[in-house]
């Protein structure tokens, strides 16, 4: 019987593997897909997750890779725009190649692949659900989240190439706007959502959103239909998908979206990443707040196998940690999803402030101080 067995192999999952496999601890790590496989994301990898992954060589493989350093951030209305800079250059990464590298990391550092579906919990001292926003183990541990009917959204990505520009860049002509460079990411708005816009590896851009449940009732999964309601609703939205071209074929999109509270252990069972808490994908941590996830729980592995405590008790040390690092982030992120997803309200907004503090605001609210984290990974390497 391994010591963990973790199910989900993505950024949280194939993290805490790492972190403990380095550890001499035995490790069976689980996922249903082989890899490499694509996923539903933003790709957007931010500063405050790097000093977990600078130590496992991560950082210097994806900056390798062609990574690009995203340093700003633009808020894009129907009228009005807000930039502002990120105190740390983040990363666009395809999770394509992340979660592979990421997977090959826990693998070399010693942890055990598994590549099946998994149907019952598997036998190990410690499990962890790493399983992502929505598994089949939600529903048989009995998850509240699971019930709610009135809060659901749904995820959609593709990936795409810029067309070049026939004509010059110039906007106010009649023509079609520059493409943004490929330091910066967009946040577009659409009524009940919201779209992120980001350079990845490869000379790709990803262009990927989140809409409430309750505008795809007429269009029964069919992507297409829905992006071109959204390009005829809002004129920028036309000149971005102008702009580019698909990179690849059809969409990915998700299960349903839940933005409501979750325990970070249930049924003796620890949750990280988006099993413990959907973050906004507006902020662009939600794969950084999987990885600290990961940091966070793994000293507390630690100490039950060595037996320095009882379960219950750091159970409970687990959930107050996780609570402490993220649920206001959670809480914050909502509200600014709330304005995002209504145009006219953003531009209200925008028209009030270019003070870059908003921006700080932001940040500082929706993500960890990368001295933090940098001191929790010191801890541990």
Known sequence: MEDVA?????????????????????????????????KLCGEFLSYDALPVLEPL????????????????????????????????????????????????VAQQRGARAMVNTVNELPEAKVIVG??????????????????????????????????????????????IACPPPSNVIDLHSFKRGYLGVNAVEGGI???????HASRLAH?????????????AEEPRLEELYARHEPAQDGYLSSEP???????????GVFMIGDASGVI?????????MAIQSALLLAPHIVRLLEQHAGRNEIENEYRRAHRKMFLARIAWSRRVASLLSRPRLLDTALTTTSSPRIGELLLRHTRASRDEIARLADAWF
């Open 130 to 175: 790493a399983w992502g926003r929505w598994g089949r183990f939600d529903q048989q541990l009995g998850r509240k989240f699971v019930r709610d009917r009135s809060h659901r959204n749904f995820g959609f990505k593709r990936h795409y190439r810029r067309v070049e520009d026939r004509q010059s860049c110039l906007s106010g002509t009649g023509r």
């Open 280 to 288: 906004d994908p507006l902020t662009g941590n939600g794969m950084a």
């Open 257 to 267: 979206v839940i933005f409501r509270a979750r325990s970070a252990v249930e049924g």
């Open 205 to 211: 851009t990803n262009i990927c959103g989140l809409v």
């Open 219 to 231: 269009h029964k999964g069919k992507w297409d239909a829905f992006i071109e309601t959204i390009r």
């Open 57 to 104: 060589g991560v950082v210097d493989e994806i900056d390798k890779a062609g990574a690009p350093r995203i340093e700003r951030c633009r808020v894009v209305g129907s009228k009005r725009t807000y930039e502002f800079a990120f105190p740390h250059a983040a990363r666009g990464v395809s999770r394509f190649y992340l979660d592979d590298l990421l997977h090959r």
């Open 6 to 38: 973790i199910i989900g192999a993505g950024p949280a999952g194939s993290t805490l593997a790492a972190l403990l496999a380095g550890r001499g601890i035995s490790v069976a790590l689980y996922d249903r897909d082989a890899f490499p496989r694509d």
